[in-house]
């Protein structure tokens, strides 16, 4: 299963009799009915780990990007209409700001690990808090809720998985408390985000900016408003999207699928 | 007015100090510029007025350095491409084409190991990259050690072996043209070149010919020479290529620190005390 197609659904599980495992591409596995699956005994793999670090790089990617203002700067350079480079043109800092991370698993830490490289300085909200030793190596503080995270961020990342505890996480009230010079990225699903409030904090400055992976749908029709904003990047759900990650998750799968069909234990099976 | 004129705080290389307007300012001491490099300046005609010099150079590193990964990771990633894939109005979306290249783990060569180079590389070192570089001198082995860097003599085999060409250095009559036809052959075809120092380093015709043949992979540049390039020029319709409007140290916490060492350096020369960051012509 590559970017969640097929649509599994009970009609296409009964034209399948012989069925016996799916392997899904990437770690998300919000767009699967488990317990349907389970119940016509179907197996379930996905490729949780191999995806870390290219997601992790694409979430510091997305943060320079839209802070240093790259794709307008890129426009500017490029256009047929520049005579000259604008002297009053700035952007804002990364090196020193303020990082919040919501969702420390593995690829929230991997960002961590990479911002404290830029002398940032880390905040993470999370289901749990990490012990000492993880917390130190990143210099990162707990913050046991998440409207402190958010009152204090220059940048806050959004890296938890989508549940039904984190659909719209991120809201209008949410968004109310971030600071207004503040940028949200969003790594992880579009629906984590409330994106009507989110347009509308946009528009009227409530934060600064927006770097998006993930939408809800993907894509987004195309007069959505989101595609018009100056303030905001989208990029097209490439967090995986390099060739030598695409082969280690293709290997994953075949994997699994090998594994499945001889009745052995699956790497990586989803329960 | 013009013999009221002690100091010059010189902003993007502005105003253009010739003979002329030197002549007409009999009282300038000092021209302190908003930045590190001073290849703009005819330090030696500056010298002969009597006239003292000063860079900012300790502002300008990190958001430098900041830059330098902001371009390598937007051209692996394939960022800008997948921004106009996203938005365009009239899109086959088609994510499976918008394959990049992998940053962690792989090979950063930078060539020019000075305090933005080094930023770089710690900032790099986060990725877990495997770290080489080109210097004209060879860094302290604890500083070597601190970021994984491995030192390379000579820059050929840099080149040979980065898979993001990272070029940090000041435009000297020695780097003029520092990487041309020949280094860029020796860079693997898989390679990207980022270039945050000077437009003039890279031998442009050259890099032109490289893009479009396939010699390198794809090129990101925040400085080119002339800045803006003409509107026609090939560089700015070729797809592997990011172009930014030279804006390494362009934030606002930067330029407020840069004014800063400016101004700094400015009462220092009008008081007749020491320069922290003066430049002497060579």
Request: hydrophobic residues 45%.
């Amino acid at each position: 299963m590559w970017y969640h197609k097929p649509v599994i659904k009970e009609e296409l599980l009964q034209s399948l009799p012989n069925l016996k495992i799916v392997a899904s591409s990437g770690v998300g596995i919000d767009h699967l009915d488990l317990n349907l699956l389970s119940r016509y005994g179907v197996k379930v793999s996905n490729t949780p780990f191999v995806v870390s670090t290219d997601t992790a790089d694409l979430g510091m990617a997305l943060m320079l990007a839209s802070s240093r203002r790259l794709v307008e700067g890129y426009q500017i350079a490029v256009s047929p209409d520049t005579e000259y480079f604008p002297a009053d043109w700035l952007g804002a800092e990364v090196s020193g700001a303020t990082l919040g991370i919501v969702g420390m698993g593995t690829i929230g830490y991997k960002v961590a690990e990479r911002a404290k490289a830029f002398e940032m300085k880390i905040l993470y909200h999370n289901r749990n808090q990490r012990n000492k030793e993880e917390e130190s190596a990143v210099g990162a503080i707990y913050c046991k809720k998440i409207d402190d995270l958010l009152q204090q961020s220059d940048f806050v990342l959004l890296s938890v998985k989508l549940t039904p505890q984190t659909h719209k996480l991120i809201g209008k009230r949410e968004l109310e408390l971030m600071k207004p010079t503040a940028t949200l990225i969003n790594i992880s699903r579009g629906l984590v985000v409330d994106q009507d409030a989110l347009v509308e904090a946009l528009q009227n400055k409530v934060i600064k900016a927006a770097a998006l992976d993930v939408t809800y749908p993907e894509p987004l029709p195309r007069d959505h408003p989101l595609l018009k904003l100056k303030n905001v990047i989208i990029t097209p759900h490439i967090g995986s999207a390099t060739k030598k990650t695409r082969r280690l998750m293709m290997e994953n799968m075949v994997e699994s699928i090998h594994a499945g069909l001889r009745g052995l234990p699956i790497p990586n099976e989803v329960l | 007015m013009s013999k009221k004129v002690q100091a010059i705080y010189l902003w993007w290389h502005k105003p253009i100090i010739d003979r002329e307007l030197l002549q007409s300012l009999p009282n300038l001491k000092v021209i302190a510029n908003s930045g590190v490099g001073m290849d703009h300046l005819d330090l030696k005609l500056v010298a002969s007025f009597g006239v003292k010099m000063a860079n900012a150079p300790y502002a300008v590193s990190s958001s430098t350095a900041d830059t330098g990964m902001a371009l390598l990771l937007a051209s692996a990633r394939r960022l800008v491409e997948g921004y106009h894939v996203a938005i365009s109005p009239g899109m086959e979306y088609c994510e499976a084409d918008l394959l990049g290249v992998e940053v962690t783990g792989a090979t950063l060569g930078i060539i020019g190991m000075g305090s933005i180079g080094y930023k770089i590389a710690l900032r790099a070192k986060a990725f877990e990259m495997n770290i080489l570089y080109h210097n004209r001198t060879r860094r302290k082995e604890q500083e070597e050690q601190a970021v994984g860097a491995t030192y390379c003599e000579k820059i050929d085999s840099l080149l040979q072996q980065a898979d993001f060409v990272m070029v940090v250095v000041s435009l000297t009559p020695q780097t003029h043209k520092l990487i041309g036809k020949r280094e860029m052959e020796l860079m693997k075809p898989t390679a990207t070149l980022i270039n945050i120092s000077r437009g003039a380093v890279v031998d442009q015709e050259a890099l032109v010919t490289a893009l479009q043949t396939g010699v390198i992979r794809a090129a990101a540049l925040d400085v080119t020479y002339p800045e803006p390039l003409p509107r026609d020029h090939t560089l700015l319709k070729l797809k592997n290529v990011i172009i930014t409007p030279h804006l390494g140290i362009k934030t606002d916490k930067t330029t407020y620190m840069i004014t800063e060492e400016a101004v700094e350096n400015i009462l220092a020369a009008l008081n007749g005390l020491p320069i922290p960051s003066e430049v002497l012509p060579s």
